[in-house]
């Protein structure tokens, strides 16, 4: 009986018998973020975060604010009323508490500081430097926001000749009636008779967040003048930036590099997303991006309109 041998033939082409590496294998559909997705996930991450802070800040982030700074501010003033330091008159530093503006009809009791730049506006009404603080001698003027920031003097609008509102500082009470609301084109008020007192108060006018002009409320005192000094700022030398609808070019530099910190952050949590994974990125990411778009967006409301 004959035995059959089997035959082991080596691979053609004289390579190596040892099979090669396989690659690992991948779950399927998985994918690999490439350049672009990712460069794509840090922009998103900055726009979300800015328009986030954005409408935080101007909207109920705002408002809190407002709040909290009307009590802060309020506190300061009645301590300088009571103890007969309040400023009337002369240089006044920017946002120092000079008044408080109470208007009964719309039920509104506001500190008016020093200044109307976008950035003391934030804080409350503001008077215009290069005019006498309320209860003196000549045209006293007092700026406020219409919406963001608390928007103080919303209702202004709503006042009605006749109305009376008083407005009490370091010379006491001074009271004031509304003579006539005045928009773009409308004729100006009767000229002020010499040694009487006359405020202004001022805002955007129409629609919130879309103002269309400029809204004036006219109030001559019905009490008694009171002695007046030189304003902080002569008149016609007031910054452009205390000017009705004025923005404030200054928050220009603070915003680019608030800005920078927002993207290099954002960097960051898209890097991280990449190499730890979503649940630690949202851990530090959040909180992060989220400060970070409020700071921006807060210098980013600085340019707006100071009336808005």
């Given at each position: 009986m004959?035995?059959?041998?089997?035959?082991?033939?080596?691979?053609s082409g004289?390579?190596?018998?040892d099979?090669?590496?396989?690659?690992?294998?991948?779950?399927?559909?998985?994918?690999?973020a490439?350049?672009?997705?990712?460069?794509?996930?840090?922009?998103?991450?900055?726009?979300?975060?800015?328009?986030?802070?954005?409408?935080?800040?101007?909207?109920?982030?705002?408002?809190?604010?407002?709040?909290?700074d009307?009590?802060?501010d309020?506190?300061?003033?009645?301590?300088?009323l009571?103890?007969?330091?309040?400023?009337?008159?002369?240089?006044?530093?920017?946002?120092?508490?000079l008044?408080?503006?109470?208007?009964?009809?719309?039920?509104?009791?506001?500190?008016?500081?020093?200044?109307?730049?976008?950035?003391d506006?934030?804080?409350g009404?503001?008077?215009?430097?290069?005019?006498?603080l309320?209860?003196?001698?000549?045209?006293?003027?007092?700026?406020?926001r219409?919406?963001?920031?608390?928007?103080p003097?919303?209702?202004?609008?709503?006042?009605?000749?006749?109305?009376e509102?008083?407005?009490?500082?370091?010379?006491?009470?001074?009271?004031?009636?509304?003579?006539?609301?005045?928009r773009?084109?409308?004729?100006?008020?009767?000229?002020?008779?010499?040694?009487?007192?006359?405020?202004?108060?001022?805002?955007?006018?129409?629609?919130?967040?879309?103002?269309?002009?400029?809204?004036?409320?006219?109030?001559?005192?019905?009490?008694?003048?009171?002695?007046a000094?030189?304003?902080?700022?002569?008149?016609?030398?007031?910054?452009?930036?205390?000017?009705?609808?004025?923005?404030?070019?200054?928050?220009?530099?603070?915003?680019?590099?608030?800005?920078?910190?927002?993207?290099?952050?954002?960097?960051?949590?898209?890097?991280?997303?990449?190499r730890?994974?979503?649940?630690?990125?949202?851990?530090?990411?959040?909180?992060?991006?989220?400060?970070?778009?409020?700071?921006?967006?807060?210098?980013?409301?600085?340019?707006?309109?100071?009336?808005?």
């Amino acid at each position: 009986m004959t035995s059959s041998t089997a035959v082991v033939r080596a691979p053609s082409g004289g390579g190596s018998s040892d099979p090669s590496p396989a690659e690992p294998a991948r779950a399927p559909g998985t994918r690999t973020a490439g350049p672009g997705v990712r460069v794509l996930g840090v922009a998103l991450s900055i726009l979300g975060a800015l328009l986030l802070g954005f409408v935080l800040d101007v909207g109920p982030l705002g408002d809190l604010r407002h709040v909290r700074d009307r009590q802060v501010d309020y506190a300061a003033l009645r301590s300088t009323l009571a103890n007969g330091v309040t400023p009337v008159g002369g240089a006044i530093d920017p946002g120092t508490p000079l008044a408080l503006l109470t208007i009964p009809a719309l039920h509104l009791h506001e500190v008016v500081r020093e200044g109307t730049t976008a950035q003391d506006l934030s804080r409350g009404p503001g008077h215009r430097r290069d005019t006498p603080l309320p209860g003196q001698a000549g045209v006293s003027v007092v700026m406020g926001r219409q919406t963001t920031f608390g928007g103080p003097f919303l209702h202004l609008r709503e006042l009605r000749p006749g109305d009376e509102f008083t407005v009490t500082t370091g010379q006491g009470r001074q009271t004031y009636r509304v003579l006539d609301l005045r928009r773009g084109g409308d004729p100006q008020p009767v000229a002020l008779a010499a040694g009487r007192s006359r405020l202004t108060l001022v805002t955007a006018d129409g629609t919130p967040f879309m103002p269309r002009g400029i809204l004036r409320v006219d109030a001559d005192l019905v009490s008694q003048v009171q002695a007046a000094s030189a304003p902080g700022v002569a008149p016609g030398a007031l910054p452009e930036a205390e000017t009705p609808m004025a923005v404030q070019s200054s928050a220009w530099l603070p915003l680019v590099l608030w800005g920078q910190a927002l993207v290099l952050a954002a960097a960051a949590v898209a890097w991280s997303h990449a190499r730890w994974g979503r649940r630690h990125t949202w851990v530090f990411g959040v909180p992060l991006l989220g400060v970070l778009g409020l700071t921006v967006a807060d210098q980013a409301a600085q340019l707006l309109p100071n009336l808005m």
